[in-house]
C-alpha cells in the first residue's frame, strides 16, 4: 500500500518547458506529508528526467524529440531521502532503450535480426536504471526483506493488517 501525492509531476515525453523549481515542483509537500505519517509509502508519479544527453543521441541518430525538461535527479534523490519509496519515470526508461537501439542500428544498418538491437536497448535502459538504484539509495538492499507469501499477503488483508504501513488510527490520532 503507498499513497501518490500531487506535487506537479507529470507523466510523458514533455513535462516542462523550463527546468522546474521549487513552484513546480513542491518537493516541500513530500517533506511534510513524510513527517506527518512516516510509516507510510510515497509514490512520485511522472518523475522521468528526460536526459538531455539522451535526448541528444536520439536527435543524432535521426529522432526529433524537442527540448524539454523533466525531473532534475538532484530533485529525485531529495524525494528519496525524504519519504518517497517509488519513483516512476517509465520515459526515462524508454529514452535509454531507444539510444541503445539507435545506436546498435546505427552501427550496422544493415542487421535485420532485431535480436543485437534489443539487446542492446536493453543493456543501455539496465545501466540506467542500476545508477538511479545507486542515486536513490536502494541498491544493494534486495536482502533486506523477506518475501511474503500470496497466502499470508491475503490473510494481512483479511485481518486489515498490510504490514508495516502506518495505520488509519494512527493517522487520525495526529
Known sequence: DALAVAIGTSHG?????????AEVLRMDLIEAIH??????????????????????????AGGDLPRSWGVPLAEKERSAAAGIRKINQGVDSQLAFLAGTLAELSADPKAVDPGGWIAAGRTRMQQMLEARMVAFGSAGHGGDYQPVSLQEMS?????????????????TSR
Do not use: C
Open 13 to 21: 515525453t514533455y513535462k516542462f518547458d523550463r527546468e522546474p523549481d
Open 35 to 60: 513527517a506527518l505519517v512516516p510509516k507510510v509509502h510515497l509514490v512520485m508519479h511522472g518523475s522521468s528526467s528526460l536526459p538531455h544527453e539522451l535526448v541528444a543521441e536520439i536527435n543524432a
Open 155 to 171: 490473510a494481512r488483508y483479511a485481518t486489515s493488517d498490510h504490514g508495516p504501513s502506518t495505520t488509519q488510527q494512527e493517522m
